[in-house]
């Protein structure tokens, strides 16, 4: 894809086992009023892969502009793993990088910089639980640049809860292309989204993504399955009235320890496969 890998607009359909690999932009888009539930995905990124947009695991808007009108984007994710672009040794966040390498399609995308595993703006009310995402310059963008995103956080109409950031630059920041953790405001330490997010139930943070103790048992190129002892098992949590429908599980993330729902239909070397 020259732009993002799903993207939903509006609508109330549900998705389960999705895989967004090697994409350009971002990888699960939701706007315009998308209230679907979404359980079990697998994004793992091309570190010589980024949109000049700023590619994100998540990027949510309610509309374009930010307009507060219904129905609201109120779709409900849960045991997501987002892998980001430094999960690989050597990754930097330049243009000297992100050069597209082998995979450079011309197809009139331009490059750009990786940002956040999660940017939820222009007054999304999106809620993710259960999840993991590491290895990104910045964990969440809670962006108030339009709309009323942040409010609505305050207002717990957006929820983030029992997620496990690792391996992140910075935790939060609250603009587009903001790349640096400032206090919000006087007094504060951090950004109101790195604020925001350590004081949602279960969320935790983890300063390497080798804490998270994952492996990589089909040759993705990063680690997405938990080994034992990996802090993600026996993590998860329902308590929330958003996930009555979804699949019980006790881990964090999109797999258990033995979970092989990738085997059978995926492929992570389609460029030197003979179809």
Known sequence: SNDDSFEWFGGTVNAKYLVA???WDDDFDTDN??????QYGLVVRNPRLADTSQSNGFESDNCADGAEVSPFTTATFSNITFVGPKAYDGFQNTSDYING????????SALGKFQAAMQIRR???LACFNSIAYGFPIGLIIDGEKGNTVQYAKEGKLKLSNIFFAGMDAIG?????QYEDTPYEEGKKYSFSHE???NQKGNKTFENSADLLLKDARNVGAGYLPQAGSPVLNAAAWDDAALSSFEKVDYVGAFGSDDQWLDGWTNFDPNNTDY
């Open 33 to 38: 009023g998308f209230s679907g539930n979404v």
């Open 173 to 177: 920041t609250d603009k587009n292309k």
């Open 123 to 125: 007054s999304s009310h």
């Open 21 to 23: 690999y090697s994409g």
């Open 196 to 198: 925001y997010f350590i």
């Open 101 to 108: 390498g082998e995979y450079y399609p011309n197809n009139g």
